[in-house]
């Protein structure tokens, strides 16, 4: 898979891998603690995690500029795992709901400006080595080999952040139900309208329950339930170590692209490889870079809905119990073996392989395909999940496509009719539109958040798991083409003195897509569900028609 790749790519790999997987187990679970925790409305909450996104794909532009400029790209991406580490860490202590919530946003902070020194120079030093000729053909397929790491991190993390709810919950002998944290909190405010409907609810997780013990089983429900959060946002600072191990152990690999360009270094020479450009360059370079930065603004408001719209609607519309059969695709040790009983198969299949590959394939093929019914029939009949499970859908289709995709481009470019990666883009675009109008489809006919008041809708309207596993699937193919394709482009464009700028630029408008959920989450509790819906549907069509007007200019920036 690395082959024709420097092994500097295997150690941004792994350091990535071990960073995805402790920010994505805090994402899965983040507006679900803050509505847990502190009550926070879903536009509160939405808010919240917009604007703390906002800032942790912000900060990479002025990380960009601190590791150009100052510390250069090693430093200032070790720094950032530490800061980063120190950030989880406050974030990990379990605080009192009434004066808690500084030391949160202290941590969030801190958490976004490690991330900013991190995130955008670990792409460009990625970058960087794909300056050289030799390696300069694979930079496309570098970018989708870099990413897919990212989400192998990423496709774990919700699972971790199950089991420790799960485990945490079963130490006070209760179990998982979205629909307590509200119903709790209301009641606690004293603004729950209907107590009896409640105390049903209570009682299954407690028959000794009353409505005299009503409030002390709400805070005690939810005290253990946001240590459970607590404790999986610590989760993070486990897998960092294991970054900072990587990325520090095996810095030889890399160490020949981690160079400034400055005045000083061009006085004292500069690898050969490295281009000088006029100004006039420079400029129509800076103007295509920032016409693809407002196009991606729209797709990251939009796929990032899954930490937000998409995680309520896993809650409040979808059936929170699935039978044996679908319930593989919620339990990550029974889909990979799946997955990995497929590929067997594959190898086993294909024409033309050696005898030993095909072997090697059969067997594969054999285990993963026990191991994977073995798991099957240890199910129950009826299997409960939470809401933040949807999440581990992305990563796990990115790690499963991520070959089809590469080989796909491969198998265009050996033809001479592989798209550019602006038009790949615009693609991605096209598809993610696609995704959210599948969304329209399932919720017609469903009540509004307005209606629901809060509440999980009524068994009778609760929607089957796969509107949301289709969606997932869209999104992916569309990441695919859009996201590491981007990030691509942007390493091929950006002058060689604003590497890390220009990485930086690429999350500075992520920022901003990422500011725009918290609008999105406005209009949750303000128009029908499938008009939010369709909003994203406009934005993705809107975006697409423009990448796709200015789409020469963008090819024309490749090759000047």
């Not at 919700?158 to 179990?175: R, V």
């Not at 294991?242 to 990325?247: C, E, K, N, P, Y």
């Not at 390493?491 to 992520?510: I, S």
Request: charged content about 10%; aromatic content about 18%; some cysteine.
């Amino acid at each position: 898979m690395f082959k024709g790749h420097p092994k500097g790519l295997i150690v941004a790999f792994f350091a990535n891998m071990g960073e995805r997987f402790g920010f994505y187990t805090m994402v899965a679970i983040f507006v679900l603690f803050l509505q847990a925790k502190y009550g926070m409305t879903s536009a509160e909450s939405s808010r919240v995690y917009g604007i703390f996104m906002g800032f942790v794909y912000f900060f990479p532009l002025l990380g960009g500029i601190i590791a150009d400029k100052v510390l250069g790209y090693g430093k200032t991406i070790g720094i950032g795992l530490v800061v980063m580490f120190a950030g989880y860490f406050m974030l990990a202590f379990p605080t009192p709901m009434t004066t808690g919530f500084p030391l949160i946003v202290a941590a969030l902070g801190t958490i976004a400006f490690g991330t900013g020194l991190f995130k955008g120079n670990l792409q460009a030093l990625v970058g960087k080595m794909y300056e050289s000729p030799e390696f300069a053909p694979n930079r496309d397929r570098a970018f989708t080999l870099f990413y897919m790491g990212i989400n192998i991190g990423a496709m774990f993390a919700p699972t971790a952040a199950e089991k420790i709810n799960n485990w945490i919950l079963s130490k006070g002998d209760f179990f998982y139900d979205g629909r307590i944290p509200a119903l709790a909190n209301h009641y606690l405010k004293g603004t729950l309208e209907d107590a009896a409907k409640y105390l049903g609810i209570a009682q299954a997780q407690d028959p000794s329950v009353t409505i005299e013990t009503l409030g002390a089983f709400s805070e005690k429900y939810i005290n253990l339930l946001s240590k459970s959060y607590h404790y999986g946002f610590g989760v993070a600072c486990f897998s960092l170590i294991i970054s900072m191990l990587v990325f520090w152990g095996f810095r030889k690999y890399y160490q020949h692209a981690d160079y400034m360009v400055t005045d000083k270094t061009r006085a004292q020479g500069i690898p050969s490889h490295v281009q000088t450009l006029t100004r006039a360059q420079i400029k129509d370079r800076f103007i295509a870079l920032g016409l693809v930065y407002v196009v991606v603004i729209f797709f990251w408001m939009s796929f990032h809905q899954s930490g937000v719209c998409m995680t309520y609607f896993a809650r409040d519309y979808t059936q929170p119990t699935v039978g044996k059969a679908t319930n593989l695709w919620f339990d990550l040790f029974g889909l990979l073996p799946i997955f990995l009983a497929v590929l067997g198969a594959y190898f086993a299949l294909k024409p033309g392989g050696a005898s030993r590959t095909r072997g090697l394939g059969f067997v594969t093929f054999v285990v993963f395909a026990v191991l994977a019914f073995v798991r099957y029939r240890g199910y129950d009949a009826v299997n409960p999940f939470t809401p933040q499970k949807f999440q581990h859908f992305n990563p796990f289709f990115i790690v499963a496509l991520t070959p089809l995709v590469v080989g796909f481009f491969s198998w265009l470019n050996g033809r001479g009719k592989e798209p550019t990666a602006p038009r790949k883009i615009g693609y991605g675009m096209l598809m993610t539109a696609g995704a959210f109008a599948l969304l329209v489809l399932g919720s017609i006919g469903l009540a509004s958040p307005k209606e629901l008041a809060g509440q999980v809708a009524p068994e009778s309207m609760l929607v089957s798991p796969y509107w949301l596993i289709w969606t997932y699937f869209i999104l992916t193919v569309a990441e695919l083409f859009l996201s590491p394709m981007g990030i691509s482009f942007v390493a091929k464009v950006a002058p060689p003195q604003y590497k890390g700028l220009c990485q930086g630029g690429w999350f500075a408008a992520t920022a901003i897509g990422n500011y725009l959920l918290g609008v999105i989450g406005w209009f949750w509790d303000r128009v029908p569900l499938w008009t939010l819906w369709l909003i994203l549907v406009g934005c993705c069509l809107v975006s697409a028609a423009f990448i796709f007007s200015v789409m020469k200019r963008l090819e024309r920036a490749t090759t000047s």
